[in-house]
């Protein structure tokens, strides 16, 4: 427990984007060559101008974004540590920097005519620099910022999901239902309940231990078991899972209920859900199907709200990195989820937040 | 009547087990003051129609969301029983049911369910008037996902899916399925509305299920050149009446 709770932050602050995440560079790279068709057209006297201009553009730019791109990398540890402010004008300042050392070091390809103020040629150098890093930095955090009210977002629909009335009002019924016959499993049954609500109540955070978010799981697979007996069963399979795997919080559970409140039941029946975890080399993969019924047409509005807002954490988190697919049988229904194997830093993560995405 | 009470029978359908618990040992304590026995229970709704064929109950104790079938639907079936029961039914929270219940003076027990309440409701079961099927048509405004039919002291379901066509023939209508006939007592217009999405009407007297067209034909007896249906495994080709004549366009 105390692990959970010093991974855990009373709100996202702002952070530098993951400069080390395919996702993050290829937005990079889009949105600079985005920029560049903008000047290209501009400056563009006619069609056959325009494209001359763009692929000068690119070739003069390419090579100090890519550069860029490689130094952030590797300069990504020691801006995290900085702190959000002055880490953005320490990529500011690297970036120009770079900038200007490509600039010098590209001679005649760069300048031309040589006989232009050389100073006035460093001023414009170093302020496109930083106003396109720092365009760059604005996006990402105003997208990020966008993104993380979906992490609100997702306590609030299970907080929401925990007093639907069908939930609530059927569990405790059920639990009157066995405490005068079985005592203790009506115990266990409320206690569980108990967890339920307070991980739901919990303060926003990102990233859980995988087997706190099982455990979890686990718990709200006893308490609808409780009510649905033999009809609900689940087929656990969690393979080469490290003990140190982080996953976004309230991922897996949110998978189950849909499971059980969409597929499991509506079935009389009554059905198994196959749940299967996996870290595959770097990654980690998830995986949730259930049966479902054949008739019962159209998914749920729910479900698709629980569904999307998954997709945006993932989205937050990891970028383009994880993947998200949902598979739709006749008589199935089946979500998988691949995301980048993230471990807990048992001594980085007190620091800030930013540590939380460091691999 | 008689001054000796019979014991009140009760029958309890519930889907979860914790529920139908619960139910008995609230039934078991009123019992001190109200004289009742416990005929019976059923998880779903074909097990209690099917158990209550056999042993008649006073009282059915019904939950309305289960799987299969709901409550009210069950309800509307069970009223083809030779002596209907008095319903009560049990929720955790139907807004709309619970609604159309209290118009209707029918008695709902809300999840978790109290011992008082159940033990008004038992007392009032005994003088209550068993609904009609009007007013359970009135509170279920989904379609039925069975029909059902009273034969020789049983109730059958049949799935809607199951069903070709229905055809009226004087005061019966003859519903058919791949197997075999059956025949009910209900208005084909009401059937007509109750299953939109699923029938379309293609005479005055007969609605065929739209999933369960193979095709259409020219022809007909007696001089009669108008169209035709054919069925899904039914070598009977069905009569397309001149009104109805533009669903041909409509289906190819």
Not at chain 1, 160 to 168: G, V
Request: hydrophobic share 45%; net charge neutral.
């Amino acid at each position: 427990m105390n692990e959970a709770r010093s991974i855990k932050q009373n709100s996202l602050p702002d952070a530098l984007p993951n400069f080390r995440n395919l996702g993050v560079t290829l937005r990079i790279l889009l949105l600079s060559n985005a920029i560049a068709l903008l000047v290209a057209v501009i400056k563009a006297r006619g069609w056959q101008d325009f494209l001359l201009q763009m692929l000068q553009i690119i070739a003069l730019l390419t090579p100090i974004t890519l550069s860029s791109l490689l130094l952030l990398g590797l300069l990504q540890p020691w801006l995290y540590r900085l702190g959000y402010g002055r880490g953005v004008l320490a990529a500011n300042v690297s970036v120009s920097g770079l900038a200007l050392f490509v600039y010098y070091l590209g001679g005649e390809l760069y300048q031309p005519d040589l006989d232009g103020a050389a100073y006035f040629d460093v001023l414009r150098c170093v302020s496109l620099s930083v106003a396109m890093c720092s365009l760059l930095l604005m996006y990402f955090r105003l997208r990020a910022r966008g993104l993380s009210l979906s992490l609100e977002d997702a306590h609030l629909q299970v907080l929401r999901a925990r007093i639907r009335p069908h939930f609530l009002f059927n569990t405790i019924n059920a639990v009157l239902g066995i405490v005068r016959a079985e005592p203790k499993r009506a115990e266990t049954a409320l206690e569980d309940m108990a967890d339920l609500f307070r991980m739901a109540m919990a303060e926003a955070q990102d990233l859980v231990l995988v087997q706190q978010e099982i455990q979890l799981s686990q718990q709200y697979i006893a308490l609808e078991q409780l009510r649905m007996g033999d009809r609900l069963s689940v087929d656990w399979q969690v393979l080469d899972m490290p003990d140190d795997a982080l996953i976004p919080v309230l991922l897996l559970q949110p998978l189950l209920e849909n499971a059980v409140y969409h597929g499991i039941e509506s079935l009389i029946e009554g059905g198994c859900i196959q749940v299967m975890l996996r870290r595959n080399g770097g990654t980690l993969q998830i995986r949730v199907g259930n049966p479902c019924p054949t008739a019962g047409g159209e998914p749920h509005l729910g479900n698709k709200i629980a569904l999307k807002n998954i997709r945006e954490r993932l989205s937050l988190l990891f970028d383009a990195e994880a993947s998200y697919q949902v598979i739709r049988g006749a008589d199935y229904y089946r979500v998988e989820i691949t995301l980048p194997y993230v471990k807990e830093k048992r001594h980085d993560h007190n620091r800030t937040g930013f540590a939380r995405l460091h691999r | 009547m008689t001054t000796i009470e019979l014991a009140l029978r009760v029958f309890i359908v519930d889907d979860e087990t914790p529920a139908r618990n619960r139910l008995r040992e609230l039934l078991d304590d009123c019992n001190e003051q109200l004289p009742l026995v416990v005929v019976g229970e059923a998880a779903n709704g074909q097990e209690a129609l099917d158990k209550l064929a056999e042993t008649p109950a006073d009282v059915v104790l019904l939950d309305i969301r289960m799987p299969q079938m709901d409550g009210i639907e069950l309800a509307r079936h069970l009223c083809k029983l030779l002596r209907p029961p008095v319903f009560i039914f049990t929720t955790a929270y139907d807004a709309y049911a619970i609604k159309a219940f209290e118009l209707h003076a029918i008695d709902y027990l809300l999840k978790p369910i109290r011992l008082g309440r159940l033990f008004d409701a038992l007392s009032r079961a005994r003088n209550a008037v068993p609904v009609q099927t009007e007013v359970l048509r009135e509170l279920l405004p989904e379609a039925r996902k069975h029909l059902s039919i009273h034969e020789r002291g049983k109730i059958h379901l049949i799935p809607i899916e199951a069903v070709l066509f229905m055809r009226a023939e004087l005061k019966y209508i003859t519903v058919r399925t791949a197997e075999r006939e059956y025949l009910i007592e209900e208005s084909l217009t009401a059937l007509e509305k109750e299953f939109a999405t699923r029938f379309v009407r293609i005479h005055r007297n007969c609605l065929v299920a739209k999933d369960a067209i193979v095709g259409f034909e020219r022809g007909g007896e007696e001089g009669e050149s108008g169209w035709q249906v054919r069925l899904k495994g039914l070598d009977e080709r069905m009569a397309i009446s001149r009104r109805q004549q533009y669903i041909v366009k409509e289906f190819s």
